[in-house]
């Protein structure tokens, strides 16, 4: 599957929109099983840095595929500026492209190669929700964009193999797994199925069949709260501070929906 034409292709997000830190406090990853969509890429480094074991993603949009790739060996490569300054300011993009350029598979380095020279990186992506890159605390919502944890992020690369990655709908991925998982993170793809509660707590029983006893889904992330009777069906809902800076400031909470099978 390729991308023909970098005049139709569907967008990826820079980074997660989501406050990403706030999982490991819901959710335990030590030395656990997780299949996760791929979306920015930053639940893939974030679960990585919580001491997860393995982790395969998931997507249907091949563009956000091609831009793990390119930060995946972006951490591995560069150091924290030149990250910052290309995937943050969009600036000395090229430069930094040649250091990782020969590590990107044939497919994608043609279609970065031509994209960068055409359009640049901030035509591909949607920017998120305003991160504060420069305050103190700017790993809150997203943990290795503190340079220690960079750092350390970028060790656990060295020594972990690429991930599996399914290019499938979650409509469909279900046909093609073949092995169980502790944690499955699905994001806010709740919001595209056109779903009620009730159908989509019937839908993911396809996928409680490939989660461990004891193992948890994250089912919905929700940045305002919805009265959906998540409960009623076996869910639970998590508060967490909000991922955006603006709301925070006026103690709004986003919410984290889970599912957890037991034994």
Known sequence: MEITSIDKIKKAYSFSNENLTAYQNIIDFKDKNVLSVVGSGDQYFSFLLFGAKEIDLFDNNLVALYYFYLKYYAIML??????????????????????????????????????????????????????????????????????????????????????????YDLRDLYASLDRNYDIMIFSNIYAYLNMEVKEYRQFLKKYEKFLNDGGVIEANYEWISFE????????????????NDKMLALNDKDNIITLKKHF
């Not at 995937?87 to 000395?92: A, I, Q, T, V």
């Not at 605390?137 to 972990?160: A, C, F, H, M, Q």
């Not at 009777?229 to 967490?240: M, N, Q, S, T």
Request: charged letters at 30%.
């Open 228 to 243: 959906r009777d998540f409960k009623k069906y076996g869910f639970k809902k998590h508060y967490v501070d909000s991922a």
């Open 78 to 167: 560069l150091n924290y500026k030149e990250f910052i300054d290309s995937f943050y300011y969009y600036k000395n993009t090229q430069k930094n492209y040649s250091k990782i350029r020969d590590c990107l598979p044939d497919e994608i380095k043609t279609f970065f190669d031509e994209f960068l020279k055409n359009k640049g990186l901030n035509s591909l992506l949607y920017k998120p929700i305003p991160l504060s890159i420069h305050t103190d605390n700017v790993d809150r919502t997203i943990p290795y964009l503190k340079g220690k944890r960079y750092y350390e992020l970028k060790e656990l690369l060295k020594s972990t193999s690429f991930p599996n990655v399914f290019l």
